[in-house]
């Protein structure tokens, strides 16, 4: 067993934080309040090739392992203070990956590059307003034959849909109760006829990110939109959720692990009753536990990045990191805001933004509840 | 036999979790009686290729390849085939 990164993934890793903090953190703050989307940055991003890490090589990417992508991406978002632009680049990297995964040679040669430079945004519209954690009893449809299909029906909470260029949509395309068979996945772009969606949906945080509903309203979409085979798309859901858990979580840590650092930095230097704070116990066992969790996720994460790069089945060490990370990032940014006292409560600490930015992370994706209910299943419970 | 009996045990403890109280029958509809949704064929899969070293891929998701255990099996007598084992 090796535990260390090779020469070039321990450089990538450096050039990645030290380009994150020069180019973009200049306005982080401003844009959370004012809820855009930092597209200059978005650019920056591609510039540095973090849209293209799982784009092979024959499509203008980078062609990196998921071990590769995930070190990177916790670089990205160790570096950069705007959990919103980094999930969105998530995001991205998801939809790569499926197009990637599944895709017709037409549908990769079309969008993979594009995709990867920046020049497209693509967004996975998969929730619906009454199909959220049990979503493969969703209600879009598609009805048709391979000559066309026509696609109704509406999402909710779609991650760069205000922005896409590109969807991938998952409908219904059975009678059946079941998921098996009965659900495909296509591409839409926004151009079609019969789409359109609803204005950017205001958020407790992420607020860069962009989010909306969708509408179909009898999109015509024809075979060649098709991502991977008819009645294929719960498969294609369970594959691309296994890397989404992966990417999420490598961008999780990284901010955890910058939460923990400013912990560190301020209970060194702040005094009261004559010594430095870090001197409690009490603020001292909170940043262990940082650490504890920063570790213990680093192990988990590399470990289904490791599967996944073997070709293997992740879903259990999906649900563990992704609950474990979410979970424990969310507790980091509580517990820096009280070891901040009344300083990390004010926007100007930025930590404020962070926990509000760290609560979605136990929701989507799965929620904690439903990781823990996968974990039981896993465990034959 | 053998294969089977393993393959049905499995079934009936890990996937169906008490929706199978009398015998399982190889031609039961596993979709249909909502044994195999879509976390359980996730653990088949991982089961098949941990027990019987067959590798499933893609084109091997059908809904006809899963539908019962005699699918089941046949899909692994075929992969097994394929494979020179
Ligand atoms: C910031 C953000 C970005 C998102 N981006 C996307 C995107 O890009 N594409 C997309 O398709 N979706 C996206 N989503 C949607 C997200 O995946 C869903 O919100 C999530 O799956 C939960 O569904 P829901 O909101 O309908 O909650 P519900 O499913 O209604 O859940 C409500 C509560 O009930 C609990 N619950 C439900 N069922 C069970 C159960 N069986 N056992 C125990 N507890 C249960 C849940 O854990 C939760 O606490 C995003 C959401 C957010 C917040």
């Not at chain 1, 609803?198 to 999109?219: A, H, I, W, Y």
Request: a negative charge; aromatic letters at 6%.
């Amino acid at each position: 067993m090796d535990f260390s990164f090779t020469d070039t993934q321990v450089l990538q890793r450096e050039s990645i934080v030290e380009f994150a903090r020069r180019e973009l953190n200049d306005k982080v703050r401003e844009n959370d309040q004012a809820g855009g989307f930092p597209l200059e940055n978005w650019r920056k991003c591609a510039d540095m090739g973090l849209l293209s890490l799982l784009t092979p090589e024959i499509y203008g990417g980078l062609g990196e392992d998921l071990v590769t992508t995930a070190n990177s991406l916790e670089a990205l978002s160790y570096g950069c203070e705007d959990s919103g632009l980094v999930h969105a680049i998530v995001t991205q990297l998801c939809c790569i990956v499926l197009i990637n995964l599944y895709g017709s040679p037409a549908q990769k040669e079309r969008y993979l590059p594009e995709l990867s430079s920046g020049g497209m945004i693509a967004a996975q519209s998969i929730t619906e307003p009454d199909a959220g954690s049990d979503v493969l009893s969703m209600r879009t449809r598609i009805e048709g034959d391979g000559a066309g299909w026509l696609l109704s029906g509406g999402k909710v909470f779609i991650s760069n849909g205000p922005l896409a260029d590109i969807i991938i949509v998952f409908a219904r395309c059975g009678a059946g109760k079941s998921a098996f068979g009965e659900i495909s996945c296509f591409l839409v772009e926004k151009t079609a006829a019969g789409y359109s969606m609803g204005k950017p949906l205001q958020k407790m945080g992420l607020r860069t990110l962009q989010n909306c509903e969708m509408f179909f309203d009898s999109v015509g979409v024809g075979e060649e939109m098709l991502l991977g085979k008819n009645g294929h798309g719960m498969f294609i859901f369970n594959e691309g959720i296994e890397w989404e858990r992966a990417l999420m979580t490598a961008a999780h840590l990284g901010t955890l692990e910058r939460v923990l650092g400013k912990s560190i930095s301020y209970v060194k230097t702040r005094k009261q009753f004559g010594k430095e704070i870090g001197k409690n116990q009490s603020l001292s066992n909170k940043i262990g536990t940082m650490k504890l969790n920063l570790e213990l996720g680093k192990l988990i994460l590399y470990k289904m990045a490791w599967l996944k790069d073997q070709g293997k089945r992740a879903t259990l060490e999906a649900s563990l990191g992704k609950l474990f990370v979410s979970e424990s990032l969310k507790s980091a940014c509580l517990d820096a805001i009280q070891i901040h006292g009344g300083y990390g409560y004010m926007q100007e600490c930025d930590l404020e933004r962070d926990l509000r930015d760290s609560v979605a992370a136990t929701i989507y994706s799965g929620t904690s509840e439903m990781q823990r209910n996968i974990i039981a299943r896993m465990l034959g419970i | 036999m053998q294969d089977d009996a393993k393959l049905i045990e499995f079934i009936k403890t890990d996937l169906a979790r008490g929706k199978v109280t009398g015998k399982l029958g190889a031609n039961d509809d596993l979709i249909e009686t909502e044994i195999l949704d879509s976390l359980g064929i996730m653990k088949l899969i991982l089961f098949l290729e941990n027990n019987y070293a067959v590798k499933i891929s893609d084109e091997d998701l059908t809904l006809e390849n899963f539908t019962s255990i005699m699918s089941i099996n046949s899909l692994i007598q075929r992969k097994r085939a394929a494979q020179g084992a």
